[in-house]
Each structure stands twice: as C-alpha cells, then as structure tokens.
C-alpha cells in the first residue's frame, strides 16, 4: 500500500521486529465480516441457514468472497450486521446484566450499539450521534436490528450528560479517530491522514472522555476505543484519563493490528468508577390513554412491555425504563415506534414489524422466492386478512396488509431492492 512515510516511520519505531508482518498484512485483501444479531438469531442458527459463513469466535463471522448482504433477505430482517472482526471486540469488554442502562456516546452507524442492545434486553440502550444524518443511519440499523429499548439522539455529547447526569451502569467511547485500521478498507482514510490530524484527533477524543465520564455512575464502567494505532489516540490518552479523573480505575486493554488478528485492528480499554455497585434507578412509568393504539396492542400484538406515549403527530411510542428524564434532548426516537393514528384508525410502524421477538400476532409466512418479490416491492396472494408481519426463515422482512386474497406490501421504498 501507498502509506504515508511519516506514518511508516512511526508503526517501524512502534512495531519493532514485528514491522515487517504488519506490512504483509496490509498487503492482503481485507477480510469482511458479520456477526450474528442476539436479539434475534443465534450464531449456530445462523449458521445453519449460511453455512458459507466462516465462524471467527463468539457472535462472528467471515463472510465469502464475492457475497453481497444488500440482498440477502436475512440481512435485511436484521438476523445479522455487517461489521468486521475487530469493531466487535470494545463491547465485549463490558460486563453487563440485561436490565442495566447503558451509553454509547459516538454511536452512528450502529454496529455496537445493535451489540449492546442485545445484551440489555430489559434495560434500556442510550445511543447518540451528534452528526444528524449519521443519526439517521444509526436509527435505522438499530430498526432493522429489532431494538425495542433504544433512546436514539443527536447532540454534542457534553450537552447530552449534562441532561443525563451519573445514571449510566456502562458508557461506550468508541471515538472519532484517525482511522489507521481503516487504511486497508478506505483510501480516504489514508489520504486525510497526517501527524496534526493524529494530535487533533487526540484532543478531541480527552474533550468527549470529559463529558462521558460524567454519565458513569459509582461502581459504572466506561469503555474507551478507536479504530486507530497511535498511541497519542490510545494508550497515552488512557493514562491521561487515569490522572484526570483519579475515581476510576485501570481494568482492561486490547490492542488488535491486522497481523495479529482477523479483523482490521482496534484498540480499546475499560475503566471503572469507584464506588459501590448499585442497580439502576428507573423513573416511575407513567403510560398516556390512546383507546385505539391501546386496542390495537391488545388484540394484535403480544410480548410488549413499557409505557405508552402518544407524540403531538399522532405518532404511537413504547418507552423503555428511563433512567432519567428525556426532556430538553434531541430526540430520533424514544422506544419502539407502534404507529400512528390516521383518520380514526391505528396504522402500525414498519419498527413494529421488525421488533425482536416478532410482536404481531398475525404473520404471513412466505418462501425464500417470494420473500424476494416482497423485498422488491411487490404485492403477494394471501388468504391473511388485516395487518400482519411478512416473515421468511422465521424472521419479519416488514409489514403487510392483507384483503380479498391479496397481500398489500407495506415495505417503505427507501428499503426496497430495486
């Protein structure tokens, strides 16, 4: 590869004797990755249904040469998340329950976040994204992954804790950094890259540490990581962070180059604040009175748990446990998104369709074939009468409607394969 000699320089001083592996590995192709969605498929079924699926430990997987996830349906269903090797190694690092309340600061566009919500089933997942077209993508994968307990924002993350305050079990800090493990994958990567850009990128990441450490409660941990090699982004920011903020403590550190692992490198260390552990504190719940939205749950859904709450557009939220109150945030989404009330009737969200656990009673089961005309938009026979979620391989792909033999697809055409 065509790398900056500076940055040569600098990996020959860093990597010793080992320098020369590392540049071998640079030269091969990268090696792209999933990992299978616990809130809706396990590894070994997953498996099971893609058998060319190479296991790489855990939830992970290498996928084949030349496969293209956009179109197979059990992507778009959320049994799996395109994410290589290394990037699923920070959350590992957590030890968590699954009715703890958790946040991860730099979110977009979700990978870990899908990670963490499926380790806090019960709890509830804060993930923000202060760029708010980022925040989008970042909403729409946890959608597509089946999060029903995600607060999604986007705001500078000193304003967020500001609002949150220390009720956080665990923080994530996967920072915006110089992308070092990201030159096999993207040139633009290593064209941005320079010295300066390493130490602007360290400076920033000490100003969000800053803010995250106020939102870990005593006994809380926070996880800190980049995609980067440098030490100024990694290591020398971690000591700094145990000068700074002297009631927390060292736990944990990996660090993974693409000659010592599978996936393109990642560096990451756990901290935890001191103090005694304690469970977290949720806010009373307190649901809104909606007779049609409350009919619809009850007749048509099942497994759902949380407080309602009906926004000024007519739009239908279940809120997860709050830790703290959401006023004054900018605010995606709070909760799974039911639907909305249109004309005296209640019209279910695509969200609701996609929600682990497969929420609607009522399913329409299809082929593999005809999952695909689905996908594409197109209308299929049925004999289901009224809402239901269209599910293939046992996952919904979205919502349908049936009448007199048809099923009217209900797919939003932004997702549709065209």
């Known amino acids: 590869m065509n790398l900056p000699q500076a940055y040569l320089d600098r990996m020959k001083g860093q990597l010793g004797e080992v320098f020369a592996a590392y540049l071998r590995a640079m030269d091969q192709p990268e090696k792209r990755a999933a990992r299978a969605n616990g ?65 991860d600061l730099c979110a977009a566009p979700g990978g870990k976040s899908a ?55 665990a923080v994530l800090v996967d920072a915006p950094c110089a992308g070092e493990g990201m030159f096999r994958k993207e040139a633009e990567a290593v064209a941005a890259w320079s010295p300066e850009h390493v130490l602007a990128c360290a400076r920033r990441q000490r100003a969000i540490l800053t803010s995250a450490q106020r939102a870990v409660k005593p006994g809380g941990q926070l996880v800190y990581s980049t995609c980067s090699f440098s030490p100024a982004e990694n290591e020398e920011n971690a000591a700094w962070f145990l000068s700074e903020f002297a009631d927390f403590e060292w736990e944990d550190e990996r ?29 009373p719940r307190r649901s809104d009175k909606a007779p ?52 005296n009737r209640f019209v279910p969200a695509h969200a609701l369709a996609m929600a682990a656990g497969m929420p609607l009673v009522r399913r329409a089961t299809v082929s593999a074939s005809e999952g695909l005309r689905y996908v594409h938009g197109e209308t299929l026979p ?3 009468s ?23 697809n209900h797919l939003p055409k932004g997702l549709r394969i065209h």
Request: proline residues 7%; contains cysteine; neutral net charge.
């Open 39 to 103: 809130l809706k498929m396990t590894a070994a079924a997953l498996h099971d249904l893609r058998p060319a699926f190479v296991p790489a430990g855990g939830e992970g997987f290498l996928l084949p040469e030349g496969f293209a996830p956009g179109k197979d349906l059990l992507h778009g269903a959320g049994a799996y998340y395109v994410q290589e090797l290394s990037a699923q190694m920070p959350v590992s690092l957590f030890d968590l329950r699954p009715s703890m309340a958790v946040l």
């Open 386 to 408: 009224g809402w239901c979620a269209v599910t293939c391989q046992g996952l919904a792909l979205g919502l349908g409607k049936g009448a007199d033999g048809v099923l009217k």
């Open 115 to 169: 990670q963490l919500a499926a380790r806090v089933p019960e709890g509830v997942l804060f993930s923000n994204e202060i760029v708010p077209n980022r925040a989008g993508v970042l909403l729409g994968n946890l959608e597509r992954m089946g999060a029903k307990n995600a607060v999604v924002t986007a705001m500078d993350p000193e304003k967020l804790v500001s609002l949150t305050g220390p009720v956080f079990d």
């Open 292 to 343: 049609l939205v409350e009919a619809f749950l009850r007749e048509e859904t099942e497994g759902l748990s949380g407080s309602l709450r009906l926004l000024p557009d007519g739009r239908a939220l279940l809120l997860p446990p709050l830790p703290c109150a959401l006023e004054g945030m900018r605010l995606l989404r709070a909760g799974l998104l039911l639907g909305e009330t249109v004309k």
């Open 255 to 283: 660090r993974l180059y693409p000659h010592t692992s599978l996936g393109e490198g990642q560096y990451a260390a756990k901290f935890r604040r001191k103090g005694a552990p304690s469970d977290t504190t949720y806010l």
């Open 382 to 384: 049925s004999d289901i």
